[in-house]
C-alpha cells in the first residue's frame, strides 16, 4: 500500500477541496495523510479579514505547521508527496526550504494547481524551482496554465477539469420540479465564488439591473442576484434584487436547485485567463442554464446557445441584459438549456473520470 502526503490549505480551502481533498478521502487503498498548512478558522480569518496582522498570522502559521510536517515526512518517507499550489506561499525560507527539497527529492511528487498562482504572486520563485525541478506529474485545467511551465515540466503535464462530487443530480426527472414552479413569478440568478471575484460580478451589476427591468415590464417576474461568498456583494440597484448567503459547502446545491440561471462573468485581464471555469461546471451539474463572460477557459465550459449564452464583454456589458431576458422569458429554451447541461456535465466533466484518475495515480 502506497504511503501519501497530501498538502493543502485544508477543507474550508475551495481548490484543496475540489481539486484533491472530495477524492483522497475515498480513496482506501493507499495510506493519505492530510498535511494541512494552516487551520480551517485561521483560512476563514485570513479570507474574511486580510489585515496587515491576520496576513502575518497566516504566513507564520504555514511556516511552523510545515516545519512540523516536513519533519514528519522526513522520518515517514511517503512514496508519493501531492502538492495543491503551494505548500509554501511566501514562506519558502530556510531552513524548511531544505526539508522542503529533501522531501521532494525522495517522493514520487505530484503537483496541482487551477489558477494562475504565478500572475498572482501565491508562489515564490524558490519553492517554483523546487517543484520544477523535482515534479514527477503536474496536473492543470487549461493550456494557458501549461504555457506557464518550462519545457521538462511540459512533458508531464496533464489535464484535469475541477469539478464536484457533491452536486451530480440523482433524479433528473425531478430536478427542475421547484425551478420550473416558480419560473413563471420570478427568475433568480446564482453567483458562488470568494471574495476575491467580487469585482467580476461587480461589473455586470448595472447590466443585470437593466435586465430585471426589463424582464418586469414584459412578464411582471422580479430578477434575484443571490451571492454566496465569504463576503456580502454591496451595490446599489433599482430593479434587481440581490441576496447574499455566506458561504457554507452544504448550503450550495440546495441554493443551486432553487436558481434558474448561473452566472460567471469575467474582466478582461490577465489573472481572468488561468481560471478554469469551475463555477460554471458547478452549474452544468444541477442542470442550471449559464451566462458567461467570453474570456479565457470559459468558452471551453460553456457551449454557446446550448448549455448557456457567452457574452462578448470585453467593450461593455449590453449582451448581459440581452442574455438574461433571452433566458427569463421562453421557458422551453430553458428547459434545452437545462437537459444540455446535465449531457455535457457528465461527457466532460464527470467525478466518477476524475475520481478513477486520482486512483490510479496514487495507487499505482
Not at 416558480?182 to 458562488?192: D, F, P, R, T
Not at 430578477?223 to 456583494?233: A, D, Q, S, W
Request: some cysteine; charged content about 25%.
Amino acid at each position: 500500500m502506497k504511503k501519501v502526503s497530501v498538502y493543502t490549505r485544508g477543507f474550508t480551502h475551495a481548490a484543496s477541496y475540489y481539486r484533491i481533498l472530495q477524492y483522497t478521502e475515498k480513496i482506501k487503498d493507499a495510506k493519505i495523510t492530510n498535511r494541512f498548512t494552516v487551520t480551517d478558522k485561521m483560512f476563514r480569518k485570513y479570507s474574511n479579514f486580510p489585515t496587515l496582522i491576520c496576513k502575518i498570522q497566516y504566513h507564520l502559521m504555514i511556516f511552523f505547521r510545515n516545519f512540523r510536517n516536513f519533519a514528519a515526512d522526513m522520518i515517514a518517507k511517503p512514496d508519493i508527496v501531492v502538492i495543491s499550489r503551494a505548500a509554501v506561499p511566501k514562506v519558502c525560507v530556510f531552513p524548511i526550504s531544505l526539508m522542503y527539497e529533501h522531501i521532494l527529492k525522495n517522493s514520487k511528487v505530484i503537483w496541482d494547481f487551477d489558477d494562475d498562482i504565478f500572475g498572482i504572486n501565491e508562489i515564490t520563485k524558490a519553492e517554483t524551482r523546487l517543484l520544477m525541478k523535482h515534479s514527477d506529474h503536474i496536473i492543470v485545467t487549461s493550456e494557458y496554465l501549461k504555457n506557464k511551465l518550462n519545457p521538462r515540466c511540459k512533458e508531464i503535464t496533464s489535464f484535469l477539469p475541477t469539478t464536484d462530487g457533491d452536486l451530480p443530480v440523482k433524479d433528473k426527472e425531478t430536478v427542475n420540479r421547484e425551478r420550473e414552479a416558480s419560473y413563471g413569478e420570478k427568475v433568480n440568478i446564482l453567483w458562488v465564488g470568494s471574495s476575491s471575484g467580487l469585482k467580476h460580478i461587480r461589473n455586470v451589476v448595472p447590466a443585470l439591473d437593466k435586465a430585471a427591468k426589463a424582464v418586469k415590464e414584459k412578464t411582471g417576474k422580479t430578477v434575484t442576484l443571490t451571492v454566496i461568498c465569504n463576503l456580502p456583494l454591496e451595490s446599489e440597484t433599482n430593479y434587481l434584487k440581490i441576496e447574499n448567503i455566506l458561504w457554507a459547502r452544504d448550503i450550495v446545491p440546495a441554493e443551486m436547485l432553487k436558481a434558474h440561471i448561473g452566472i460567471m462573468p469575467l474582466l478582461n485581464i490577465k489573472r481572468s485567463l488561468g481560471k478554469g471555469g469551475f463555477k460554471l461546471v458547478q452549474y452544468m451539474a444541477t442542470g442550471l442554464p449559464s451566462i458567461a463572460s467570453d474570456v479565457g477557459f470559459n468558452s471551453n465550459v460553456v457551449i454557446n446557445n446550448e448549455t448557456g449564452i457567452l457574452v462578448d464583454d470585453k467593450d461593455d456589458t449590453d449582451g448581459w441584459a440581452d442574455a438574461v431576458m433571452q433566458l427569463s422569458v421562453d421557458i422551453d429554451k430553458w428547459k434545452n438549456f437545462s437537459r444540455a447541461s446535465m449531457e455535457k456535465w457528465e461527457e466532460n466533466f464527470s467525478f466518477d473520470r476524475n475520481m478513477e484518475a486520482w486512483h490510479k495515480m496514487l495507487t499505482e
